[in-house]
């Protein structure tokens, strides 16, 4: 560090150095930000192929990977997220619920969980409860991140409907 009249100055090569490093996150893959390893690789490979049978759209078998995935490791949150995404896709919107409120009651700012748990009470005709995800989801990261873009767009194109005699 440089010090000039009792101030700190940054040394010149610093902003080269932030830009760089900038850029080279810029550059990287976005597969690299997934989910952290947390658990041993079996049970990660289960997750990653639950993830490959979710981009096929194989959802009943994403639901057995995810369910099995789930019994051991009952606190990953994304993985409850995935699995209420799979179940909601088979159209089991009950157990989808309870796979959104259990990755909310592990971690209550996830915010995918949020986003899906609010696309799933558009499905049921509950606004209401939407809104409450959409304005959680903005407290959590502001109208910029994609969950808040994608629940938004989803509600503003949803035509206000009844209930359809599920949900809380």
């Not at 949150?77 to 989808?96: I, V």
């Not at 969980?113 to 989801?137: C, F, K, N, V």
Request: proline letters at 7%; a neutral charge.
């Amino acid at each position: 560090m440089l010090r000039a009249f009792g101030h700190t100055l940054l040394p010149t090569w610093l902003p080269a150095l932030l830009a760089l490093l900038m850029a080279a996150a810029l550059l990287t893959p976005a597969a690299a930000v997934d989910v952290p390893n947390r658990n041993p690789p079996a049970e990660e490979r289960a997750v990653r192929q639950a993830r490959e049978a979710i981009g096929e759209q194989a959802w009943p078998r994403a639901v057995e990977l995810l369910q099995t995935h789930v019994r051991a490791y009952p606190d990953d949150a994304d993985a409850h997220n995935l699995l209420g995404y799979s179940l909601r896709q088979l159209g089991r919107f009950e157990p989808a619920q309870a796979a959104y409120e259990r990755a909310l009651a592990i971690n209550p700012e996830h915010l995918g969980a949020h986003e899906y748990l609010g696309q799933l009470m558009i499905t049921l005709g509950r606004r209401d409860r939407a809104l409450h995800h959409l304005s959680t989801i903005e407290r959590l990261c502001q109208a910029s991140c994609e969950g808040y873009q994608q629940l938004k767009r989803s509600l503003d194109s949803a035509a206000p409907a009844s209930p359809r005699g599920y949900g809380r």
